[in-house]
C-alpha cells in the first residue's frame, strides 16, 4: 500500500466514504485555487490570461468501482486510493496550443504540489486521436489532525481539442464503447483537422503579437 493510502487510516463504513471524497473535494478547492491566481498573475504581468475555463470533478462511486474491477481489485477505499489516479480531476481548457505547455511549466513550478507523471499525448495521441496533456500530481490537505497528500489529475488542452474529446466520448458512449470502424476512422480524421486549426490558430496569434511590437 502507498504512502497516501497509509496516510488515509480509515476503515471501509459511510462514513469513512464520506471522508475521503472530503478530502478528494479540497485537494479540487486547493488546486483551482492555484490555477486562479497563477492565471490572474499572468494576466497581470503579461496583460494575457492563458486560461480560457476550468472545469473539475470527482469521479462517481459506479465509475470508481468499474475501474477497479477492470483491474482486477477488490471495491476498497485503500484500493481506489492506490490504484485510481483519477479520482479528483480537473480540465484547463486554453485558447492555444503555447499555453498548454506554459501553464504545465508554471505548475509544476509550485513547491507545495508534486508532479508524480507526465503524459504528453499531443505530441504522442492515442491510437484514436485523442490529445491532451495529462499531469498527475499530489497536493497536501491539512485536516485538524493530520495532512494527507491527496492525488489530482490535471488535464491540459486547448479549446478545439476539448471540443473533440467531448463529441468522441458521446459517440463511443452511444455504442458502449464497440463503435464501428468506420467511425473511429471519421474520428480520427476529424483529429487531425483539429490539429490543423490549433496549428493556424497559433501561427495567427504569434503574427498578430508580431505586429503589434513592430508597431510599438
Known amino acids: 500500500m502507498n504512502q497516501q ?3 488515509f487510516g480509515i476503515g471501509e463504513d459511510v462514513d469513512s466514504w464520506k471522508t475521503v471524497m472530503l478530502i478528494y473535494n479540497s485537494a479540487l478547492k486547493e488546486v483551482g485555487t492555484k490555477l486562479e491566481i497563477l492565471n490572474d498573475e499572468f494576466q497581470h504581468v503579461h496583460q494575457y490570461n492563458p486560461i480560457e475555463y476550468i ?13 477497479l474491477k477492470r483491474h482486477g481489485c477488490e471495491s476498497t477505499i ?6 485510481i489516479n483519477d479520482i479528483a480531476g480537473i480540465r484547463i481548457v486554453c485558447s ?12 509544476g513550478r509550485q513547491n507545495d504540489l508534486t508532479v508524480v507523471s507526465v503524459k504528453d499525448y499531443i505530441k504522442h495521441p492515442k491510437r484514436s486521436g485523442y490529445k491532451s496533456y495529462h499531469m498527475l500530481v499530489t497536493i497536501p490537505i491539512f485536516l485538524s ?24 466520448h458521446k459517440i463511443y458512449y452511444k455504442f458502449e464503447g ?5 467511425i473511429s476512422q471519421e474520428l480520427r480524421e476529424c483529429s487531425g483537422m483539429i490539429s490543423m ?6 501561427s495567427l496569434n504569434e ?3 508580431k505586429t503589434k511590437d513592430e508597431k510599438k
Not at 472545469?55 to 475501474?67: A, F, H, M, W
Not at 485503500?78 to 490504484?83: A, I
Not at 492555444?96 to 505548475?107: G, N
Open 96 to 107: 492555444f496550443i503555447s499555453d498548454i505547455y506554459r501553464m504545465a511549466e508554471m505548475i
Open 178 to 182: 464497440n463503435a464501428p470502424e468506420y
Open 145 to 168: 489532525d493530520r495532512v494527507i497528500d491527496t492525488k489530482v489529475e490535471i488535464q491540459i488542452r486547448t479549446i478545439a481539442m476539448d471540443f473533440w474529446a467531448s463529441l468522441e
Open 78 to 83: 485503500s484500493n481506489m486510493t492506490e490504484y
Open 207 to 209: 503574427a498578430v503579437g
Open 5 to 7: 493510502a497509509q496516510t
Open 197 to 202: 486549426l490549433d496549428a493556424k490558430m497559433l
Open 55 to 67: 472545469k473539475s470533478r470527482i469521479k462517481s462511486p459506479e465509475s470508481i468501482v468499474k475501474k
